[in-house]
């Protein structure tokens, strides 16, 4: 960001990437806000059971070897259930993904590698937005009323119909109003 010389940045990241935008937050003096989508925030591996549906899928994402099947599987949790339209290069970004990544992320949550995401989103002094879709596959919904993030843009998870882990695959209008509603309020 120094190099770039970015100041008054506003960050977006999407599951892992929100997770990574939540690592870097309180190391980010200059944001100017911050927006997840797909990432609960977390305090450890342990935290993961409320966290996260019971998917079976979920075991995937870090398991070191996967086949097509097992990936095949795992990506169709990325959507809402029958959506049809998913496209091949979904599948190979995660086959092509070095299998240590996956299984180095549960090892590293697993020893406290990471920050503590929920006093991060507790502590953080710059808009939050929390968008989840409302046929999300993966992440709990009900799991955002137990944090405490005093800078909640609009004061509430931002619900998105029709959509799963990937809202800005599958309903990319909504998805993309709420961005630009985000920025036009921070700007």
């Known amino acids: 960001m120094d190099a770039l010389g970015l100041e008054q940045a506003l960050f977006v990241g999407w599951s892992l990437g929100g997770h990574v935008a939540l690592e870097i937050a309180?190391?980010?003096k200059s944001a100017r806000g911050?927006?997840?989508f797909g990432t609960p925030p977390l305090t450890s591996r342990e935290g993961m059971g409320e966290a996260f549906l019971r998917n079976p899928a979920m075991r995937f994402a870090f398991q070191e070897s996967i086949d097509r099947g097992e990936a095949s599987t795992y990506l169709a949790a990325f959507f809402r259930p029958g959506f049809a339209d998913i496209p091949p290069f979904f599948l190979d970004d995660i086959l092509r993904t070095d299998g240590r990544a996956r299984s180095g992320l549960a090892a590293n949550a697993a020893t406290g590698g990471y920050h503590d995401e929920i006093a991060v989103v507790r502590d953080l002094k710059v808009?939050?937005?929390v968008l989840q879709g409302a046929d999300e596959q993966l992440v709990n919904g009900h799991y955002f009323a137990s944090l405490v993030m005093p800078t909640l843009w609009r004061g509430a998870v931002q619900t998105i119909p029709a959509a799963g882990h990937t809202p800005q695959?599958?309903?990319?209008?909504?998805f993309d109003a709420l961005i630009e509603?985000?920025?036009a309020e921070m700007v």
């Open 26 to 28: 309180p190391d980010v």
């Open 34 to 36: 911050f927006v997840i």
């Open 127 to 129: 808009p939050l937005a």
């Open 169 to 174: 695959w599958e309903t990319p209008e909504a």
């Open 181 to 183: 509603a985000f920025i």
